[in-house]
């Protein structure tokens, strides 16, 4: 095993040493972002992955970037207090940060080693609350961060009700099954006395996306059940069938009570009206896989899309706009890494997109991993899937896989089954980022 792994690491240098030679500049993802937010004004934030920034984007196109000062933060979910600050988490920087109204940002460290934060939400009163992977939701307030653990499983989303509720979904996977849709589903409130209320307990469920809507009830999807469902303000629950082989990545509200949603697997978005009725719209020959959703005061539906660096927008005449982050326009904010420019590879991403998008439809439907016949696919399929499916592999790209890995072990530990040892680690991060990386999308230089 130890020459196989040190063949492998020569290659990886070989391989490195030509990638850097082709393309000298880190990666630089402007879009396909995890989140937006309107605020006040109209103006649209999202988080940019590799860009590393917190942005605003006007109805025309252009962005202002707020870079985040921790490298590699990945910000990854947005919230706006009551004074217009920009609360966000950086699920791998593991801080909470504060972008305020003078442009400023400040970040605040999570206790907890790896805490993989990835939903945040803001109080009427102030209070800071957001997921931590290691079964606990943070609360900051004051610049103080306290932490309540979950009696068992770990925390989906977080949400604020119209009163002020603080709600959290979570999962507990089950002891002997190793398949999500077999884990237990919580949906609950998180007391003022630190106590949890559980509202919702079911088999079979893994309710994610706690969004409140202004008549008082929050909603959340759960994938293993295959719907979307309503908790109106006296704990009654609505459920809406929408399929199995669906996977709601994001829920926007809008002022009416009509809840949208971005189905990534099934390259949708969906609206489910006020009245119960569901609506879809199949995105044009794409399989972009819509991520972050939201719809605006003003009625424009906007979207990313994960395998498709940009952000698209539906009008609310009906109107169907792509990429309308204007890329030429960004060249004013051009950062320049290692000799080369953002922008640059933004529309080299954009032109590429089609070939990898292809290759990875075909991966899907096979559900294996490229196997350059190392044996290196065999063993990460070994370990990976001990609890989610290929998919998470599939549909993610990364600059560095070794954070996720590292992360992934100390899920092992929290289920007691034997750890990975760490010449295995740098054995599947070297496979992941050789084949999965974000790089390996990347354009050569001009
Ligand atoms: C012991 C259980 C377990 C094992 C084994 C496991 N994972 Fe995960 N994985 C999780 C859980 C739980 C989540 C969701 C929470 C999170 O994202 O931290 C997750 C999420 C992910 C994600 C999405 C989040 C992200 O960081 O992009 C990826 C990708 C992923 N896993 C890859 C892997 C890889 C690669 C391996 C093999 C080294 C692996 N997983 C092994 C439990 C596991």
């Not at 926007?252 to 971005?262: M, P, T, V």
């Amino acid at each position: 095993m130890a020459k196989t792994i040190k063949a492998f690491f020569f290659s990886m240098c070989v391989f490195a040493v030509i990638f850097l030679t082709l393309f000298d500049a880190e990666a630089c993802r402007p879009f396909g972002s995890y989140a937006f937010l309107e605020d006040k004004e109209g103006g649209i934030w999202f988080t940019e992955g590799d860009n590393n920034a917190i942005s605003r984007m006007l109805p025309d196109g252009s962005v202002k970037s707020y870079p985040v000062p921790t490298e590699g933060a990945e910000p990854a979910d947005l919230a706006l207090d009551g004074d217009g600050n920009i609360w966000f988490v950086e699920m791998y920087g593991n801080k909470v940060g504060r972008l305020s109204n003078d442009g400023k940002i400040t970040e605040y460290p999570i206790p907890t080693h790896h805490a993989h934060p990835v939903k945040i939400a803001v109080d009427s009163k102030g209070s800071v609350w957001f997921t931590e992977a290691d079964s606990k939701i943070g609360r900051l307030k004051d610049g103080k961060i306290i932490e309540y653990p979950l009696k068992d499983g770990w925390p989906t989303s977080v949400a604020v009700d119209a009163d002020g509720n603080l709600w959290v979904s979570s999962l507990v996977p089950s002891k002997d099954q190793t398949e999500q849709s077999k884990s237990t589903g919580k949906v609950g409130i998180l007391l003022k006395n630190g106590k949890w209320k559980d509202v919702l307990k079911r088999n079979g469920s893994c309710p994610m996306n706690l969004t409140a809507d202004p008549k008082g009830g929050v909603w959340f999807s759960d994938k293993c059940r295959g719907t979307i469902e309503r908790i109106d303000g006296k704990g009654r629950p609505v459920v809406f069938h929408i399929g199995r082989d669906g996977f709601v990545q994001d829920m926007s509200i809008d002022k009416e009570g009509n809840a949208w949603f971005a189905d990534r697997m099934r390259n949708r978005i969906g609206r489910i009206s006020s009245g119960g009725d569901i609506y879809e719209l199949k995105l044009p020959a794409d399989n972009g896989g819509p991520f972050a959703i939201t719809m605006t005061k003003k009625g424009d539906l906007y979207f990313s899309e994960i395998l498709n660096y940009n952000i698209n927008r539906r009008t609310k005449e009906g109107a169907f706009e792509e990429h309308i982050v204007v890329v030429d326009k960004r060249q004013g904010e051009r950062k320049t890494v290692e000799g080369e420019t953002c922008f640059i590879e933004y529309a080299a991403r954009i032109a590429k997109k089609a070939e990898i998008e292809a290759e990875r439809l075909e991966e899907l439907k096979k559900m294996r991993l490229k196997e350059p016949g190392d044996g290196y696919s065999t063993l990460v399929e070994n370990r990976c899937t001990l609890c989610h499916d290929l998919k998470r592999i599939l549909l993610s790209r990364k600059t560095d896989w070794a954070y996720t890995v590292d992360r992934m072990g100390d899920y092992l530990t929290a289920r007691g089954v034997p750890l990975m040892k760490d010449e295995e680690k740098a054995a599947i991060t070297g496979y992941l980022n050789a084949y999965y990386s974000i790089k390996t999308g990347a354009l050569q230089k001009r």
